[in-house]
């Protein structure tokens, strides 16, 4: 609204000011001081009324250090994430971007199977919310609408930049204004905007792969089979980091802090990404128009730590479903819409080791049940963060030796998050 009202301004007045508004920079801090704030001012007061509502999160005894202690604590906190977030964006951001569009849907869309799923879990007094194929459901919902409108949406482009000489030269570009900072740039030539189905990959020159390649034996018909490629590999990624970062919310303070590095590794990417100047220096995509991203993605940054205020060990609240799906499902939303949704996997590798090792604990304990007659353990216990609380119990793997207690493991698993982040962009580079 702020944003429009200043474009306004700055066409039809000379108000002083009004042209901050046209800096990315600018908008993304100013999303991420007024999340910030938002949260730490409504958190206090959605924690007391969720405690006056008498909406406690229900506690199964597993026997870690600590945990019943939590019985009765505020959960779907996740609203106060989701408030905080989207008002900055309603206010700062330009909701006639297509990328801020979609990202706005996306965190609604898995906000609303949040809270559904927490609301149940409330009404039934258990641990047993909303059906698992009821979130699929929705999850491959959001995966769709996202990779259909990827793919038929005119405003959802790639360009092609190469640098043609060295004298300097303007380059004028939506809403990159940021761009007059810099003195001496090198000449550019641009192709005009175009539909792709190419992403980022590491390891290889030039860091991009065509999903039409995968399809290259139907013809003519291959760049439509490297669309319908596409989609899938979208609804994989929304389902699979959604229900990651569901997993990873079992400790005060992990989710959102692993989240936290995670939108900080994303906002480094849109920038460089939507900036015609740095993607060509660097020689990654450019993608028109996805600068907007940054204002969303600060919003959330400043949204998260704020939680952590409320959420750090010993919890004042729980972000539920309601912040978690939310969460995970921001997250692939965003790298997909940057075409970064291959490097999810090491991005956001704690997200999927705690998928994998339900999985994998999931697969052992029945093989091993129909073939002992009773059911043998991977981990002490899943998902992976609880392993590393208990002790005592049989299990192939049993390091470390002795339970850790529960900041050690949320800070340390901080920790990896900001190696995988480190990672991600040593792979971009090494080609």
């Not at 702020?2 to 066409?11: I, P, R, S």
């Not at 999303?31 to 001012?41: D, E, H, R």
């Not at 190469?162 to 900072?181: M, P, R, Y």
């Not at 192709?191 to 034996?217: C, E, H, M, R």
Request: proline letters at 3%; a neutral charge; one cysteine or more.
């Amino acid at each position: 609204m702020l944003y429009h009202l200043a474009e306004y301004l700055q066409q039809t007045s000379t108000v002083p000011g009004a042209r901050l508004m046209t800096y990315i920079t600018f908008r993304s801090g100013a999303a991420f001081m007024l999340s910030l704030i938002i949260a730490l001012v409504i958190g206090r007061k959605i924690i007391d009324r969720l405690q006056l509502m008498q909406v406690g999160e229900t506690i199964r005894d597993l026997g870690l250090e600590g945990q019943l202690k939590k019985e009765g604590t505020p959960t779907m906190g996740g609203i106060i994430i989701i408030l905080s977030l989207l008002v900055p964006c309603l206010l700062v951001g330009n909701l006639t971007n297509i990328y801020m569009v979609l990202m706005l849907i996306a965190t609604v869309w898995c906000g609303t199977i949040g809270f559904l799923d927490d609301y149940l879990k409330i009404k039934k007094h258990n641990k047993d919310g909303m059906k698992g194929k009821f979130k699929i459901v929705g999850q491959v919902g959001l995966g769709l609408l996202v990779g259909l409108t990827m793919c038929l949406s005119p405003d959802i482009t790639q360009r092609q930049v190469t640098v043609s000489g060295s004298n300097s030269t303007e380059i004028s570009t939506e809403e990159h204004d940021d761009a007059s900072e810099f003195a001496e740039v090198s000449e550019f030539s641009q192709s005009p905007d175009l539909k792709s189905t190419q992403t980022t990959i590491p390891f290889v020159k030039g860091n991009n792969f065509d999903y039409a390649s995968l399809t290259s034996w139907m013809g003519k018909y291959a760049q439509t089979g490297g669309w319908i490629v596409f989609v899938i590999v979208v609804i994989v990624a929304v389902t699979a980091t959604s229900n990651g970062a569901n997993l990873t919310d079992g400790l005060d303070g992990l989710c959102a802090g692993v989240s936290a590095v995670i939108c900080v590794a994303l906002a480094i990417m849109a920038y460089l990404g939507g900036n015609v100047i740095y993607s060509t220096y660097l020689n990654i995509m450019y993608i028109p128009g996805s600068s907007e991203l940054v204002v969303f993605i600060s919003a959330l940054m400043g949204a998260l730590i704020g939680f952590l205020w409320y959420n750090a060990n010993p919890a004042q609240v729980f972000m539920g479903d309601t912040g978690s799906l939310t969460l995970g499902g921001i997250i692939a939303v965003f790298a997909i819409l940057i075409h970064k949704e291959l490097l999810i996997p090491l991005l956001c590798l704690i997200f999927f080791m705690e998928d994998i090792s339900v999985i994998i604990q999931t697969g052992y304990f029945k093989y091993t049940k129909r073939k002992y007659g009773e059911g043998r353990r991977v981990f002490r216990m899943a998902p992976l963060h609880h392993h590393f609380q208990k002790e005592g119990i049989p299990a192939l793997l049993q390091t470390p030796r002795r339970a850790m207690a529960e900041p050690k493991i949320v800070i340390r698993f901080w920790i990896l998050s900001i190696l995988f982040a480190a990672l991600t962009f040593i792979t971009l580079k090494i080609r």
